[in-house]
């Protein structure tokens, strides 16, 4: 057996290597998400709204600015 053979890791090292960053990324998942500053059921309900209030909006003016233009194109296109 050569060198380089020996120090590479078998399958059951590699597979326990991948265990341990597997590991390790969870734990420092869930030590982020601590220290989150999570919103308060009414501040997401507000910023709920908001949303789709301007979706609505925004869909409308859209909506409308897509009809006149077919209006008009379909008028000077006759």
């Keep these: 057996m050569s060198v380089s053979e020996a120090k590479q890791p078998g399958r059951l090292g590699r597979f326990n290597e991948l265990v341990q960053r ?3 990324f969870w734990r420092e998942t869930r030590s982020e ?8 059921r009414q501040e997401a309900t507000n910023l709920t709204t908001i949303v789709l209030a301007v ?5 409308l003016l859209l909506g409308s600015l897509d009809a006149f233009y ?9």
Aim: hydrophobic letters at 60%; glycine letters at 8%.
């Design 22 to 24: 597997l590991r390790e």
């Design 70 to 78: 077919n209006m008009l194109f379909g008028f000077l296109f006759r």
């Design 33 to 40: 998400l601590r220290k989150v500053v999570w919103p308060t």
């Design 55 to 59: 979706l609505i909006g925004m869909a």
